[in-house]
């Protein structure tokens, strides 16, 4: 679609160039909230199923299904088994909760301890693994496939048709840009490319190169209102084909290639308009989508999208 | 809420909030979600708005930034002196602004707003995130925000138009009929 002739010799820019770097929630990057809980040891191991049963029904444990309320050791020296059980939170009154009597026929009262658990299941394994190690072993753990893989960014290589967005960004910046150097290409999720812009902050505050993407999309299914402004795909293209008629609701399922991190106003925007994956080249510090702000993990809002940063190969890892 | 401010200030406020439940009815009647908002400069309404996202196609389009539109476009040819007026207006809209125009207003220095009921999933002045007073370095000015004028009915007209189900959002795929569909393939019946 895009002409040879055009695309710019700017390979070598990319030969740099290693990966899409996944922006991910902070959650992913730091061992889980920890809550403490007070820990016993029973005196009768061959009662714990009773036991549990009966602790159970005085401290529901529904909401903390993610770990196991007894862990079980073997002590070397003589031979015996060791049973330990989470009662309740270090912040309950363990009196209020167990009668007396409960406590003292059952657990080694003198020795209650203090243990942290994570008070949501650990989202990836090294987060598991950590909390197990250090906090309490017996834990509960699904592996997220997904979640992992976009962790150690293995699968998020830069294809060829991202090459050539890439090169249009470029020549964007160089050819057509007026005094903002941002720039926005809009494609579908098999990466053809439907709306390429540049900005005009300059003129109107807030026509940003997003902003004027999201419009020329409205455009292609007869709404839009800023229509003065111009889908520099056209000036790409070999012949002037016919403009595609859409029927796609708003930005669903569609892709933003952009050179700048987007501002809060231009994040919110693509929020809004569903767009299913956010691809920038560099950070500014105001930035929404990583820098300032993560608006894409939060949990409030109605639509969650992907957002990738370029990496390049000898940028170390933060 | 500033203690200074008097009755009689509280009392223009709910004479402006009304204009924008005005135009937030404007919307309803149009079948878009109701928000309005009116830009106020020297006691007077230099640009109004109503939420439109369903007619433009675009779902930027809210009451707050088709209004400040209004202005950039009549200043055209000295957008300084634009930048000025909004500078020096007041915004009353009928619900929070959500984040997307919370940056907005931001970015053309509009810092004055009143607005009418929070907004709990878009919301840009503490609702959701705070936008609108965070320091964010190089992202215009914090923005003064009052919120609860009016705000019952700029909460009734939101609850009128999602109990009248939205007839412009997409059809949500049904998971359930997905996998009767699967399980038709499966059966020996002959697949169109």
Same mark, same amino acid.
């Given at each position: ?42 005196? $009768? ?228 308009? %569903? ?9 500014? $510090? ?17 639509? %969650? ?14 | 809420?500033?203690n200074t401010e008097t009755a009689q200030e509280m009392s223009a406020h709910h004479k402006w909030m009304l204009e924008a439940l005005k135009l937030a009815r404007q919307a309803l ?25 369903? #007619? ?114 997409? #059809? ?8 009767? #569909? ?11």
């Amino acid at each position: 679609m895009v002409s040879n002739a055009k695309r710019l010799c700017q390979r070598s820019l990319l030969n740099d160039i290693s990966k899409w770097k996944a922006i991910l929630d902070d959650d992913l990057y730091q061992i889980p909230t920890l809550i403490s809980m007070l820990c016993c040891q029973i005196i $009768d191991s061959k009662q714990t199923s009773l036991i549990l049963k009966q602790v159970n029904e005085y401290f529901n444990w529904q909401k903390y299904k993610h770990v196991k309320r007894i862990y079980c050791t073997t002590d070397e020296q003589n031979q015996q088994q060791k049973i330990e059980i989470l009662l309740c939170r270090s912040i309950d009154t363990l009196d209020k909760i167990y009668p007396q009597e409960f406590l003292s026929k059952y657990f080694h009262m003198n020795n209650v301890t203090t243990v942290q658990i994570p008070e949501k299941q650990p989202l990836l394994k090294w987060q598991y693994e950590e909390c197990r190690k250090n906090y309490w072993p017996n834990l509960s753990y699904r592996e997220n496939k997904y979640l992992e893989q976009e962790y150690s960014n293995k699968k998020n290589e830069i294809n060829s048709k991202e090459e050539a967005i890439i090169d249009m960004l470029k020549q964007l910046q160089t050819n057509h840009a007026v005094q903002s150097q941002h720039c926005a290409v809009v494609t579908n999720s098999e990466h053809e490319i439907l709306v390429a812009t540049i900005d005009y902050r300059h003129e109107h505050p807030l026509q940003h190169c997003t902003m004027i993407a999201i419009d020329l999309i409205a455009q292609m299914s007869n709404g839009g209102c800023y229509h003065n402004r111009k889908n520099f795909l056209y000036e790409f293209l070999l012949s002037s084909t016919v403009e595609k008629p859409t029927t796609n609701h708003l930005c669903n399922s569609y892709f933003i290639y952009l050179t700048h991190e987007p501002c809060m106003m231009c994040a919110m925007a693509l929020l809004h308009s %569903r767009i299913a994956k956010v691809y920038y080249l560099e950070t500014v $510090d105001y930035g929404a989508l990583g820098t300032k702000y993560k608006l894409h993990c939060l949990k409030k809002t109605n639509h %969650r999208f992907q957002v990738y940063k370029l990496q390049i190969e000898n940028e170390q890892e933060q | 809420m500033d203690n200074t401010e008097t009755a009689q200030e509280m009392s223009a406020h709910h004479k402006w909030m009304l204009e924008a439940l005005k135009l937030a009815r404007q919307a309803l009647e149009k079948q878009e979600v109701p928000v309005g908002c009116v830009i106020v400069h020297n006691e007077k309404i230099i640009a109004d708005g109503k939420n439109e996202p369903v #007619q433009a196609r675009n779902a930027t389009r809210h009451a707050e930034i088709c209004a400040v539109d209004k202005i950039v476009d009549s200043y055209k040819t000295n957008l300084q002196e634009g930048l000025k007026v909004l500078s020096e207006s007041t915004l009353y809209v009928t619900c929070e602004p959500c984040m997307m125009c919370a940056g907005a207003l931001r970015l053309v220095g509009l810092k004055n707003v009143y607005y009418g009921c929070s907004n709990d999933r878009f919301g840009g002045c503490g609702s959701v995130l705070n936008v609108a007073t965070d320091v964010i370095e190089n992202y215009g000015q914090e923005l003064k925000c009052v919120g609860g004028i009016e705000s019952e009915e700029g909460m009734r007209l939101l609850k009128t138009f999602y109990t009248n189900t939205n007839g412009n959002a997409p #059809q949500p795929i049904d998971k359930n009929k997905r996998i009767k #569909q699967t399980t038709a393939v499966d059966s020996t019946e002959p697949v169109s």
